[in-house]
Nanobody, 126 residues
Framework: QVQLVESGGGLVQAGGSLRLSCAAS????????MGWFRQAPGKEREFAAA????????YYADSVKGRFTISRDNAKNMMYLQMNSLKPEDTAVYYC???????????????????WGQGTQVTVSS
């Protein structure tokens, strides 16, 4: 089973940008649909973006559409989330996730998702 480690979080001012990375090890990375979720303090974990195993299809939550871009590099076993025009409400712990069913990711079926990273904190100051 694939294992995931996120990096790239930090503190940024509103309107700024960050790029998150998710490194995968073990398993066959290209077999998995991949996604990014986030969890703000006191709130449930929510779907942000997902990408097909080939990278040819992407999915976004309405709250991030047009500002965030998800991508992957199967040769490097890496997934990325480019976040632009950040807002204070984007402040959360961001998690990468892997699953064999894109619907589990896209529909936010948290309990069904097979694999999670440990999370990386993103803080956007106003």
């Amino acid at each position: 089973q694939v294992q995931l480690v996120e990096s790239g979080g930090g503190l940024v001012q509103a309107g700024g940008s960050l790029r998150l990375s998710c490194a995968a090890s073990r398993g066959t990375f290209s077999n998995y649909y991949m996604g990014w979720f986030r969890q703000a303090p006191g709130k449930e974990r929510e779907f942000a973006a997902a990408i097909s195993w080939s990278g040819g299809r992407t999915y976004y939550a309405d709250s991030v559409k047009g500002r965030f871009t998800i991508s992957r590099d199967n040769a490097k076993n890496m997934m990325y989330l480019q976040m632009n025009s950040l807002k204070p409400e984007d402040t959360a712990v961001y998690y990468c996730a892997a699953d064999l069913n894109v619907e589990d990711l896209r529909l936010g079926r948290i309990e069904r998702i097979r694999t999670w990273g440990q999370g990386t904190q993103v803080t956007v100051s106003s």
